[in-house]
């Protein structure tokens, strides 16, 4: 049974930074895609970043800007998202991912992050 963990969230004043991880178990991950999405309040959960658990190969939404970075220890069957220059429009429930079809079909519980000015 596939289990996402995340970890990492709280609260930082704008500008700041946070490393998000997401502890994964319960199969191989090396065909797959895993990625991040967040949800704001009263908002859609949207696209964060992804990342091609074998080839390396990342993907990020048009708001991350350069500001974070997507990566994967496969050796730990993590993932992360570290997060700088954070906004107070970054603030979220931050959820991790896994693609084995067409779709996202395993979610981690979330971790909130929020974002003070």
């Known amino acids: 049974q596939v289990q996402l963990v995340e970890s990492g969230g709280g609260l930082v004043q704008a500008g700041g930074s946070l490393t998000l991880s997401c502890a994964a178990s319960g199969r191989s991950f090396s065909s797959y895609d895993m990625g991040w999405f967040r949800q704001a309040p009263g908002k859609e959960r949207e696209f964060v970043a992804r990342i091609g658990w074998r080839s390396g190969t990342t993907y990020y939404g048009d708001f991350v800007r350069g500001r974070f970075t997507i990566s994967r220890d496969s050796a730990k069957n993590t993932l992360y998202l570290q997060m700088n220059s954070l906004k107070p429009e970054d603030t979220g429930v931050y959820y991790c991912?896994?693609?084995?079809?067409?779709?996202?079909?395993?979610w981690g519980q979330g971790t909130q992050v929020t974002v003070s000015r």
């Open positions: 991912a896994l693609r084995t079809s067409r779709v996202y079909d395993y």
